[in-house]
């Protein structure tokens, strides 16, 4: 059986991750401290005690998340549990390149907390907006989005699920959107907390910035296949690892199409790697078939040996 390790982005954060496996495994302690040297304060601190408000920041979300997932990943490393391809969600494709050797880790978390900055500056509070589509009758996507564009920015942000798709853009389209898809059919569709509206071409500015660091950092070829996520690609090098993450900034992150070509590829088990378990919920809906289990505290690693025996 084939495995893919999948890493979590925003919207998994929460006070107190991490701390259990930092308490538990040493690797995972000093996967904190070496965050915490590379940043210049204590990421662990806001990991393991909050506050919410400070961790929600996208700035600090992002290093925070990447340090969890990555704290993890090496505790299943020692437990000699190794993945046949890696993903991530927006954010958690950094540290699947991490995972897969073509990432130095205190590099990424430099370029994370820069990342966020660079979206948390793109677009001025309350310009902009994201919102979660659900059931969206199949084929109605494309008609909504342009009825409430009007001029402005609005598009699939996040195509996570057959049932879940995420838009982002000018907060009056994404409004304009929300009640045009609820006339269309949808079950839900309700407005974000979000600090900034990601993946569309709003983040363009960020992407310009974010290119500066990413062609000043090294990259190095995969150890491990990768699924990226502006094309739902399998890519192996490190011209296609930093070019993935500068396109994937006003891009929408393909999910489901991700989870598909993994499976084409003979993957039928997924661990999820990191904080929450928001990516083993959408691989449910997008093929109910392939098997996911979480791996993000202490207490996950008995299952993660059943699931992965």
């Not at 046949?84 to 205190?106: N, P, Q, T």
């Not at 071409?201 to 150890?223: G, Y």
């Not at 598909?260 to 993957?267: D, I, P, T």
Request: aromatic letters at 6%; proline letters at 5%; hydrophobic letters at 45%.
């Amino acid at each position: 059986m084939k495995t893919a390790f999948l890493f979590p982005g925003q919207g998994s954060q929460y006070p107190g991750m991490g701390k259990t496996l930092s308490e538990r495994f040493t690797i995972a302690w000093q996967t904190f401290q070496e965050a915490d040297e590379a940043l210049g304060f204590p990421l662990s601190k806001l990991c393991f005690e909050g506050p919410a408000e400070a961790l929600q920041l996208t700035e600090n979300t992002q290093p925070a998340l990447l340090t969890v997932s990555i704290a993890a990943f090496r505790v299943l490393q020692e437990q000699s549990l190794k993945p046949d391809y890696v993903a991530g969600h927006s954010l958690g494709e950094y540290s699947a390149l991490v995972a897969a050797g073509a990432l130095d880790f205190a590099d990424a978390v430099r370029l994370v907390r820069k990342r966020g900055q660079y979206m948390q500056a793109a677009v001025p509070p309350g310009i902009g907006a994201m919102a979660a589509l659900l059931k969206l009758p199949e084929g109605k996507l494309d008609s909504v989005l342009a009825e409430a564009a009007q001029g402005e920015v609005v598009s699939a942000a996040n195509l996570n699920s057959p049932d879940q798709i995420v838009i982002a853009g000018h907060s009056a389209a994404v409004h304009r959107a929300v009640d045009l898809a609820k006339a269309a059919g949808a079950r839900r569709a309700v407005l974000l907390q979000v600090s900034a509206p990601f993946h569309c071409s709003l983040m363009k500015p960020a992407q310009e910035q974010l290119s500066i660091d990413l062609n000043a950092t090294e990259f190095r070829n995969l150890t491990v296949p990768l699924v990226n996520n502006w094309q739902a690609n399998v890519i192996h090098t490190d011209a296609e690892a930093r070019d993935g993450l500068y396109q994937q900034v006003p891009n929408p992150v393909r999910w489901a199409e991700s989870i598909r070509r993994l499976a084409s590829e003979g993957v039928t088990r997924f661990v999820e790697v990191g904080a929450g378990g928001v990516l083993t919920g959408l691989l449910r809906n997008i093929n109910p078939d392939l098997a996911g289990s979480k791996f993000g505290e202490a207490d996950d690693l008995e299952k993660i040996h059943a699931a992965t025996a």
